[in-house]
């Protein structure tokens, strides 16, 4: 398993703002679909951001217009800036990041994930 990079997460009163990195310092093929996934306490892991190698991007419905995801290709990072952060995005958020549909280098990856705690 190759080891992602996280950090960023942490504690925050609502309404504020967090930035989560997740490098990838060990993959060698460039990933297709860089992301964050959440999972709140008792539910299923959802996606909450992607974007691909070309830049095209995914959001959660519910977190339109306040997550903004992008990629440093160089670098093999991925970042998400979370702004007017709510309550119910709290959870655990795990970076993925995965090479699909090739003859070979596919590779699905997932980081141990990091808490984000918004209180009311």
């Known amino acids: 398993q190759v080891q992602l990079v996280e950090s960023g997460g942490g504690l925050v009163q609502a309404g504020g703002s967090l930035r989560l990195s997740c490098a990838a310092p060990?993959?060698?093929?460039?990933?297709?679909?860089m992301g964050w996934y959440r999972q709140a306490p008792g539910k299923q892991r959802d996606l909450a951001a992607a974007?691909?190698?070309?830049?095209?991007?995914d959001y959660a419905d519910d977190v339109k217009g306040r997550f903004s995801i992008s990629r440093d290709n160089a670098k093999k990072t991925v970042y998400l800036q979370m702004n007017s952060l709510k309550p119910e995005d709290t959870g655990v958020y795990y970076c993925?990041?995965?090479?699909?549909?090739?003859?070979?280098?596919?590779?699905?990856?997932w980081g141990q994930g990091t808490q984000v705690t918004v209180s009311s």
């Open positions: 993925n990041v995965n090479r699909k549909g090739y003859s070979f280098g596919n590779y699905n990856y």
């Open positions: 060990y993959v060698t093929l460039t990933p297709n679909t």
């Open positions: 974007i691909t190698s070309g830049g095209i991007t």
